[in-house]
């Protein structure tokens, strides 16, 4: 079998980096992403927070001037005043309802309005409600209401309740509408970034997955050129008997161990070299070398083991007649001329045909030093 030769692109500029971290322009606009969401969400909740601590502080203050007035109505069971006063505050759109109980949850004045634009309307159920269980004055939010329940006193003695409830402002619509479009783009923006690391990592995989074949084939052709001649292209000594080895190392019995080894020497080839020069002596050799070829199977190995001397080695071959055959055509072979711009040469050759069909277990140096000796 003829040496096969490929050639590998070895430019450093083509190589993939050595590294296998993500790409430094990935990470900056992962990075940047980021950090913009966590500034615009911080953002987004400040504002919030701000807007609903102001719209409280407004609940609180309209609460705080109606138990003024409403602790005098009650001290005297005003019920007339405590209505016309309620009404006076529902004049406030926001509100959705105002509602007065003694201490014990008995409602005493309750008007209630169904949409902001709706006149304000007396209802008479229920007729009482449980008061709230923890004395907090902050609002509860339930939906698009807030309810806030705010004691009425005279000095220390606990005279009701009052509980308004107001509806959400446009600016709680706004930042409601601000939130939803922020987790909408927060989303599309961890898409987006997920997708950049995604197609980063892998990059870097198949950055790494070329750089471990370059590196293969980069040894691989190390190897090839190691165990083959420099000048023809064929194996070299090592390469023929790690070749050969390999062939004497399969399982025993089969007809490819069972080798015809060659020894092929050249005849008047130092004529040749010293008459006109070592660029034509290699010439011939290389000339040589592809006359060699067309007498060999694909299967079988051709060497050169140095100077003017090859090997062939024919697999499957038991017949000691079949491998003088092939002997003999590489003699009448060689023997026809060689033409090199003009320039004619004639050389010989001399073959030691050594075979293991007799003894398939013959170590690899027997083997090679018998087909010296028949040369």
């Known amino acids: 079998m003829s040496v096969t030769s490929w050639r590998v692109v070895t430019d450093s500029r083509r190589r993939p980096p050595h590294h296998r971290r993500l790409p430094s322009g990935t990470l900056l606009a992962s990075l940047s992403v980021l950090i913009g969401l966590l500034i615009g969400g911080a953002s987004y909740l400040q504002a919030r927070q701000l807007i609903e601590q102001s719209q409280e502080r407004a609940r609180a203050v309209l609460a705080r001037g109606l138990v003024v007035g409403l602790a005098d109505q009650l001290a005297v069971n005003d019920y007339a005043g405590l209505e016309s006063r309620l009404q006076q505050a529902m004049a406030d759109p926001s509100l959705a309802s105002a509602l007065v109980t003694d201490p014990s949850g008995r409602v005493l004045v309750h008007l209630q309005r169904e949409r902001p634009e709706a006149e304000p309307t007396p209802q008479f ?208 072979g060689l023997k026809a001329p060689f033409y090199f711009d003009g320039l004619q040469v004639r050389i010989g050759a001399s073959i030691g045909i050594a075979l293991n069909a007799a003894d398939p277990n013959e170590s690899m140096t027997s083997l090679l030093e018998r087909a010296d000796q028949a040369t």
């Open 125 to 332: 159920e229920p007729a009482r409600i449980p008061p709230p269980q923890e004395r907090t004055s902050a609002s509860i939010r339930s939906g698009s209401l807030s309810t806030r329940w705010t004691r009425i006193d005279a000095g220390m003695e606990p005279l009701g309740l009052l509980r308004l409830r107001t509806w959400s402002s446009s600016t709680d619509a706004v930042l409601t509408l601000l939130g939803r479009q922020y987790l909408v783009l927060g989303s599309l923006a961890t898409v987006l970034v997920g997708s950049l690391l995604v197609s980063a990592q892998q990059r870097v995989r198949r950055q790494s997955r070329l750089r471990e074949l370059l590196l293969l084939q980069e040894k691989a052709e190390l190897e090839q050129k190691a165990l083959s001649d420099p000048l023809t292209g064929v194996w070299n000594r090592r390469g023929v008997e790690r070749e050969l080895l390999n062939i004497l190392g399969e399982p025993s019995g089969g007809s490819n161990r069972q080798v015809a080894v060659c020894m092929i020497d050249l005849d008047d080839f130092k004529p040749v070299n010293d008459a006109y020069g070592h660029a034509v002596g290699d010439q011939v050799l290389v000339a040589v070398t592809r006359r060699l070829r067309g007498f060999l199977r694909e299967e079988d190995i051709l060497g050169r083991l140095g100077g003017d001397e090859f090997i062939a080695i024919f697999r499957s071959c038991a017949d000691p007649q079949t491998s003088r055959k092939l002997a003999a055509r590489i003699v009448v």
